[in-house]
């Protein structure tokens, strides 16, 4: 899985959060001052060489719809941050996260409750 652009992350999350949509459909929801649609299609293809989207039409319109889940995206390259910088241990990112006063106590009693209760 390729690692994706700032431009091409933003692209996506508007794709993750729509489903199956055109172009068009995304750049009426970027916020202003929005890109040129050109821009925007650059992308799209980009997205599809990389296999994030896929496409097919509907009379003379592209529409896309993503090929990778949000969360497999994120679970992909959250392990990598956590093999590359963290000696591969979520241990040793929470603590970093709780020495860098980035996460409450009351934060990582969530947390605890998440792994206790998928686990049972």
């Given at each position: 899985m390729d690692r994706l652009t700032p431009q091409e992350e933003n692209i996506m999350q508007y794709v993750w959060q729509i489903g199956e949509c055109a172009i068009k459909d995304v750049v009426d929801r970027m916020e202003k001052p929005k890109p040129p649609y050109t821009t925007v299609a650059s992308i799209f293809q980009n997205l599809e060489n990389k296999e994030y989207l896929t496409k097919r039409r509907?009379?003379?319109?592209?529409?896309?719809k993503p090929k990778i889940s949000e969360a497999a995206y994120k679970r992909h390259f959250l392990s990598g941050v956590v093999q590359d910088y963290f000696d591969n241990s979520y241990k040793e990112l929470v603590s970093f996260f709780a020495k860098e006063q980035k996460i409450t106590t009351e934060e990582l009693n969530e947390i605890i409750q998440l792994i206790e209760k998928n686990q049972k």
């Open positions: 509907f009379g003379n319109v592209k529409v896309y």
